[in-house]
């Protein structure tokens, strides 16, 4: 884990910094190696709700400093929840991804190149960027329009009605991208195990069977919440129930 990444997410954490008084106390904590007062400090400042990005990033960097490898990841998860296009949250969370020992997203991805590319391009820019962009190419294939019904010249009429159908492509590229994004926020919710593992049982109660057991780090998605137990699912061969407890949620 490189220490200039830290710093640097530290210094854009320090702008909004009025709200919690113990931000500074995590990075002094931090740099003298005491990450166990250092992620006391910053999960200090998320329970007092003050949430940001770098703040979630450093919170990641110090409970992996601490080998809490599920809470590490759940806040890289959370930081990239403001911004996903930051290389350095996603460096750290693919680094700490790496360590886990349920490698199922990671297998798939690496059989999968084609879909890992087209992750990698969908999450280029963020929702907000992709919309900006969206409300661009609408107004230049409106101009485009216009330029091309008020043109007197045969030729150049043609050449803007060509120039209008690749506009008109990433216009419709952007849209699904988004679309995706829109949809995934609102029926997805992520969970990490964050215990050393998490026994999935058939129901919401001690008494229910055993069916698998998650390691630490595992990614699962999350399908409700209630009285203590978390059903989850993992692929299509991991669906059932565990508790709460060993369970973090991005939210």
């Keep these: 884990m490189k220490k200039f990444l830290f710093c640097i997410a530290l210094l854009s954490a320090s702008l909004f910094a009025e709200n919690c008084k ?9 740099t003298a190696g005491d990450f166990t007062s250092a992620a006391e400090a910053w999960q200090n400042c998320v329970d007092n709700g003050f949430q940001n990005g770098d703040l979630f990033y450093n919170l990641g960097n110090a409970y992996f400093r601490e080998k809490r490898l599920g809470l590490a990841i759940l806040n890289y998860e959370k930081a990239l929840r403001f911004d996903p296009t930051n290389s350095d949250y996603r460096y750290n969370l693919k680094f700490a991804r790496s360590m886990t020992k349920d490698k199922v997203s990671e297998s798939e991805d690496e059989e999968n190149p084609i879909l890992n590319f087209a992750f990698e391009a969908h999450h280029l ?3 907000k960027q992709q919309l900006a962009i969206i409300l661009g190419l609408v107004w230049v294939i409106f101009f485009l329009c216009i330029a091309r019904v008020l043109s ?7 050449a803007l009605a060509v120039c209008v159908f690749p506009v008109a492509m990433v216009l419709g590229v952007f849209a699904c991208s988004v679309g995706y994004k829109i949809y995934r926020e609102n029926t997805y919710s992520l969970g ?3 215990a050393e593992t998490a026994d999935i049982t058939s ?15 595992t990614e699962i998605e999350v399908l ?11 692929g299509e061969k991991i669906n059932g129930f565990a508790k709460i407890s060993e369970v973090g949620i991005v939210k």
């Excluded at 113990?22 to 931090?30: E, I, K, N, R, V």
């Excluded at 007197?152 to 043609?158: E, H, L, V």
């Excluded at 129901?203 to 780090?217: A, F, R, V, Y």
């Excluded at 409700?224 to 993992?234: A, Q």
């Design 203 to 217: 129901g919401p109660s001690d008494k229910d069977q055993t069916l698998n057991m998650l390691s630490e780090g």
């Design 192 to 194: 990490v195990v964050i």
């Design 224 to 234: 409700n919440v209630k009285d203590g137990w978390v059903h989850v699912r993992l």
């Design 125 to 127: 820019f963020s929702l």
């Design 152 to 158: 007197a010249n045969p030729k150049i009429k043609t």
């Design 22 to 30: 113990t931000l500074f106390t995590g990075a002094a904590a931090y």
